[in-house]
C-alpha cells in the first residue's frame, strides 16, 4: 500500500479520506432537510453526522411517536476515548427522542478477527458501559449483551443465533470477498453475527416489526451493506429495511483516525487535567504557522488543526464563540497556544463533571450488563 492509498474496513482505516467520495462509493445520502428538533445536536448542526441510509422511517417513528431502536456495538479492544462517545451522544439524543437501545459487546468478533479473549473483552466493556452511564444513557431503556451470551432468557438466546444461521444461507463466499477484501472463516461468522445483531430486535421474541437505525463510521459500512442485503433476501422473518447514520471520524491527536490502540492518539474519559495537557501540548496537531511572526501575519488554518476541531466535534456548544475562535485564528489574532489552552480547559471542564458521575455509576453498572 502506498502512501497516498485509502484503506477503508471494519478493521483498519488509513490515507486522507474524502468523505464526498466515500458517500459516492458506499451509495449512501448526504443528510439534509431534519426536523428542527436535530438543530438542537451539535453533530447535525455543524454536519458531523453527514450522511444517512433510509432515515426517513426513523423521522416518520418519531413524528407518530411509534417504537423504534437504535442499535449500536461495542468493540471491546483497547481504551474508550472521545472519539466513543461521540456515539454515545447520538445514542442519549436518540433515547430521548423515544428510541430503545440495543448494544452489543462484540466479544467474538473480537475473539476472531482480532485475537483477545473472551475474558478481556467483559473487563474492557464494563470500563466502556461506565462512561455510557456517565454520558447519560439510561440503561432501564437498554439492552446490553455480549455476543458470546445473548440472553439467560433460553427463548431470546435461541432465536438471535438462530437468525445468525438463517442469514448464512442468502449469501455466498464472493459477495464477502467484494464487501470485505481480504476475509477469513473467523471474519465471515462475526459478519453474519452482526448481522444478526443488527435485525434481531425485530423477531417477536425481542420488540417485534419496528425500524431500527445504526450509528456507524463510514468503516464499519460493510457490516451494515451485507445485513442490509440479507434482510431482503430472507422471507421468514419479514424485516423492515435497517436505516442508518454516519458520522465524521474524530481526529486523533496526530490527525488521522483517533485509535484505541495508540495512546499518543487519543484522549480518555479517565486522563487527569495533567494528562490532557501534556497530550494537548505535545501531540496535538497544530494548524498554526512555524513562527509567532509567521502566524500573525498569515494566520492559522483550523480545517487541520485537531484543538479546533475538537472544539467542533464536542466541546465549544456556542456557535457564535466557535465562529469567533475560527474567525480570529485564521486572521492570526488567536495563537496556537492560546487555542490549545483554551481547549484543555474545555476537555478538563467536561472530564471533571464526566468523571464524578463515572464514580457513581460504578455501583449500578453491573446490574445493567451480563445479565439480560
Known sequence: MTKDEVKVTP???SGALNYEKLIKEFGISPLKDLPEIFNKELAYRRKIIF??????RILEAIKNKKKFVMMTGL???????LGHLMIVKQMVFFQNLGAKIYITVADLEAYNA????LEESKKIAQDYILNYIAMGLDLKKCEIYFQS?????????????????LLARHVTFNEFKAVYGEITPGKMLSSLLQASDMLHSQLPEFEGNCPVIVPVGIDQDPHLRIARDLSQRIKNPNF???????????PGLGGGKMSASDATSYIAPTDTPEEVKKKINKYAFSGGQATLEEHRKLGGNPDIDVCFQYLKFMFEEDDKKLSKIEKDYRAGKLLTGELKQYTIDKINNFLADHQK?????ESVVNQFIFKS
Open 357 to 361: 458521575k463515572r464514580k457513581k455509576a
Open 149 to 165: 451470551e445473548r440472553s439467560k432468557d433460553a427463548k431470546k438466546s435461541n432465536a438471535y443465533y438462530r437468525l445468525q444461521n
Open 114 to 117: 482480532r485475537g483477545q479473549t
Open 51 to 56: 450522511a444517512h441510509r433510509d432515515i426517513q
Open 11 to 13: 478493521w483498519e482505516v
Open 75 to 81: 468493540m471491546p479492544t483497547g481504551k474508550c476515548h
Open 240 to 250: 423492515i429495511q435497517l436505516s442508518s447514520i454516519y458520522t465524521l471520524f474524530l
